[in-house]
């Protein structure tokens, strides 16, 4: 442990002890930071059997700041234990942020992939172009808990010369007895795209292929995320500068995926882009596959270089958290997200009811919409924030979008569906979870309620909530 090391565990410790985590806003269900800031889920892993989910944190500064790598562990993925950080900014290669990265669990062991941010000083840098360093970084662990030196595997000159300083978010897998690397890229020309690494040691890679679309989509693909599931090859990507049409009405950034047609490594063709997710709070999702074969979806329920709205933890002295966490499944062609099966555990009915349900004072719970009739359904929770299928289009929507509201400024998201089967809401003490037909939409946001209270009405449906213990 070098100098730094010691002094930035000592500070973390010290700002972690003075949090009093008894705030009106912490969630039940959801991964928060002890203190300051969470932002992309990292080596997302099942390793012996406990589930591992690090996460980019920032200690000191609600706001952002220095980037780390915070853990938890859990054995079920509803209750999780903070287990400290486990990687600092510490070296000359990562020393201004412990940036995104992925885990591969292989032959006993877990080897974490980052990227190490480095931003130079002195000089007149643009930082896209000039003046940064992305830097792969290795670590590995036997025990998931204690890791080993850090080593530097690849530098900017180690990447295509078209590439722009803004390649990282290393995500391995290994196949077929190799391992491969996708990264989030950006050219000199401005076009995002991701790089295709294989190796045979895990240590040594050689580029294979470039993967972007026919035309330009955005300036930048990052966190990228390659995996197959249930027949269907996806390539995840959250892509930034998509902007006019559709794209206005939706975040700054989006989180989505291209089905893909043919081979990574070779001849490929992306199929069109959908996203993961159309509400408010959803950027850099990472998947990994559990011991049981299961495609597992995290994401971070935030939003970068949002101004429209903001959180009303800022006050508490920490911002944001993860996801629930989804499985990922193939129905009818479509690609659907539910919360983990785990979760069937610990629900108890609070009360049925055909067509109309009202209850007041429950925090966390999910509410399930059956059988809905001629399209007709709506829901109002805490008052302000409305669920509504309208116009061949479901709605996600705060009456009042002020900053000092339940919406903290969010305002509505939409996406047209031909026809409503059914919808499933997971409420969280600060957060909001929409499930639409099985899961082939879903919506995600943050909210503030003064009072917590639900209303649904639904033609024809059975209505069931529970509460979550």
């Not at 209750?79 to 885990?103: I, M, N, R, T």
């Not at 989505?256 to 959908?274: A, M, R, S, V």
């Not at 508490?316 to 785990?342: M, N, Y």
């Not at 047209?416 to 089967?421: A, I, P």
Request: net charge negative; charged share 30%; with cysteine.
């Amino acid at each position: 442990m070098n100098a730094l090391t010691r002094d930035l565990k000592m500070l973390t410790k010290k700002v972690e002890d003075q949090t009093m985590q008894d705030d009106c806003f912490r969630q039940k269900l959801h991964l928060m930071p002890p203190t300051g800031w969470l932002n992309d889920p990292n080596g997302l892993c099942q390793f012996q059997g406990v589930y591992h989910a690090f996460f980019q944190y920032s200690p000191f500064d609600a706001n952002g700041g220095l980037k780390m790598w915070g853990h938890y562990t859990s054995t079920d993925m509803i209750e999780w234990k903070y287990e400290g950080v486990s990687l600092y900014p510490d070296q000359p290669f990562d020393c201004h942020g412990v940036y995104s990265g992925s885990a591969l669990v292989d032959n006993g062991k877990m080897y974490l992939y980052y990227t190490g941010n480095v931003k130079l000083e002195d000089g007149e840098y643009d930082y896209i172009n000039s003046g940064r360093e992305a830097n792969t970084i290795l670590v590995v662990s036997e025990d998931g808990m204690e890791f080993g030196a850090k080593k530097e595997l690849m530098r900017n000159e180690d990447y295509p010369s078209d590439l722009s300083c803004h390649v990282r978010d290393p995500k391995v897998w290994k196949q077929d007895g190799m391992y491969y690397m996708v990264q989030g890229a950006r050219t000199r020309q401005d076009e995002g795209k991701v790089l295709v690494f294989e190796s045979t040691d895990k240590m040594n890679w050689k580029f294979r292929n470039s993967l972007t679309g026919k035309s330009r989509f955005g300036y930048m693909w990052e966190c990228p995320d390659y995996f197959e599931v249930e027949g269907m090859k996806l390539l995840s990507a959250s892509v930034q500068g998509l902007e006019g049409g559709e794209w206005e009405d939706r975040n700054v950034y989006q989180s989505g995926y291209f089905p893909i047609k043919g081979d990574i490594l070779n001849e490929y063709n992306l199929q069109e882009y959908c996203l993961w997710d159309y509400g408010f709070d959803y950027y850099a999702p990472q998947s990994f596959e559990t011991e049981d074969g299961r495609r597992i979806h995290i994401s971070w329920m935030g939003m970068p270089d949002c101004e429209d709205y903001t959180n009303k933890t800022l006050k508490d002295g920490w911002q944001h958290c993860f996801t629930f966490p989804r499985e990922i499944h193939v129905k009818d062609g479509k690609v659907v997200q539910q919360p983990v099966r785990e979760l069937e555990s610990r629900k108890k009915l609070i009360e049925s009811a055909e067509e109309r349900l009202e209850k007041d004072g429950y925090e966390t719970y999910e509410l399930n919409v059956d059988g809905i009739q001629d399209n007709k359904f709506r829901a109002v929770l805490a008052g302000e924030l409305i669920l509504e299928y309208q116009n061949r289009r479901f709605e996600m929507r705060f009456i009042n979008q002020d900053k000092e509201s339940v919406s903290a400024g969010r305002g509505l998201r939409y996406q047209e569906v031909d026809s409503l089967r059914n919808v499933k809401i997971l409420a969280d003490i600060s957060s909001v979870e929409v499930f639409v037909n099985d899961g082939e939409l879903v919506f995600s946001t943050r909210y503030y309620p003064d009072k917590y209270t639900v209303l649904a009405e639904a033609a024809g449906a059975q209505i069931r909530m529970m509460e979550i213990k």
